[in-house]
C-alpha cells in the first residue's frame, strides 16, 4: 500500500483534515512532525520541500504537495477508486464539494483563523467585531446543514473533513451552543467517525492549553 509521508504540526488544522481523509480511505501515512517552536518549518531541509513552508505537505514517491484541499483531492483521486463519495465525480455533486472547499479555504477557516485561532496563538483580547464574525461564520454552518446529515447532502465527503477541523465549537465558541442545533447535531455526526478522536486527540489537547473561545455574553 502506500508510502506516502506526511509533515504536520500538530497544532494545525488542515493538517488532521488531511489525516480524516487518509484514515477514510485507509491509506497509511508516514507522519514527518515539525516543531514549529522551533521554526523547523524554516529549516532548509524542509523549505527544500515546500518553498511556502506550510503543512500539510506530502511526499508520495517523487511527487510533492501542499495546500490542505489539493491534498485531499490528490489522496481520493489515488486510493478512492472508480468513483468515491469523498470526492465525488459527477459534475455537480463534485461542484457542491469544490464549492465549500473554496468557501472553506476563502472564508469559513480564514474567518476563523483570523477571529481565533490567531487572536489565541497571540493570545490577544478579541473585539467586538471578531466576536460578531465567528458567530456569523457559526450561523452559515448551522444554515447549511439543515435538513442534511453532512455538508453537502447524505455522504460524507472531503468538505466535511475540511470544515469540521476549523469548526472545532468546544474551543471556538464557549457560549450557547443550542444556537445551533443543525450544526450541533453535523458536528456530532463527525465526533461520532471511529477515527476521528484518534486523528484529532493530540490537537485538542494542545489547543486546550490556550483556553480561548468565546464567553456567553457573545
Ligand atoms: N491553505 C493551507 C494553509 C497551510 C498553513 O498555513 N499551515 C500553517 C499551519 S496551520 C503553517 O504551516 N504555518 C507555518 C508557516 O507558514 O511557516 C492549507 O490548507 O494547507
Known amino acids: 500500500m502506500a508510502n506516502i509521508q506526511l509533515y504536520i504540526f500538530q497544532g494545525s488544522p488542515p493538517c488532521h483534515a488531511v489525516m480524516l481523509t487518509a484514515k477514510a480511505l485507509g491509506v497509511p501515512l508516514e507522519l514527518k512532525q515539525l516543531d514549529f517552536m522551533t521554526k523547523e518549518q524554516l529549516s532548509p531541509e524542509f523549505t527544500q520541500i515546500n518553498p511556502d513552508h506550510t503543512v500539510p505537505t506530502i511526499i508520495d514517491g517523487d511527487f510533492i504537495l501542499w495546500e490542505s484541499r489539493a491534498i485531499m483531492r490528490y489522496l481520493v483521486g489515488k486510493y478512492g477508486g472508480e468513483d468515491n463519495s469523498l470526492y465525488p465525480r459527477g459534475l455537480q455533486k463534485r461542484a457542491e464539494v469544490d464549492r465549500l472547499l473554496d468557501y472553506d479555504l476563502g472564508v469559513f477557516y480564514r474567518t476563523l483563523l483570523e477571529n481565533v ?102
Do not use: C, H
Not at 435538513?147 to 457560549?175: H, P, Q, S
Open 117 to 218: 485561532w490567531r487572536p489565541a496563538r497571540d493570545r490577544t483580547e478579541k473585539t467586538k467585531e471578531q466576536e460578531e464574525q465567528i458567530v456569523k461564520a457559526l450561523a452559515r454552518i448551522d444554515t447549511l446543514v439543515k435538513d442534511k446529515k453532512y455538508l453537502t447532502g447524505n455522504d460524507i465527503t472531503i468538505a466535511d473533513f475540511a470544515m469540521v477541523v476549523g469548526f472545532a465549537i468546544e474551543f471556538v465558541y464557549r457560549g450557547d451552543k443550542t444556537k445551533y442545533p443543525n450544526a450541533m447535531t453535523w458536528y456530532k455526526r463527525m465526533q461520532e467517525l471511529p477515527y476521528f478522536k484518534e486523528v484529532n486527540q493530540s490537537f485538542f489537547d494542545l489547543v486546550e492549553q490556550f483556553k480561548i473561545g468565546q464567553d456567553e455574553k457573545s
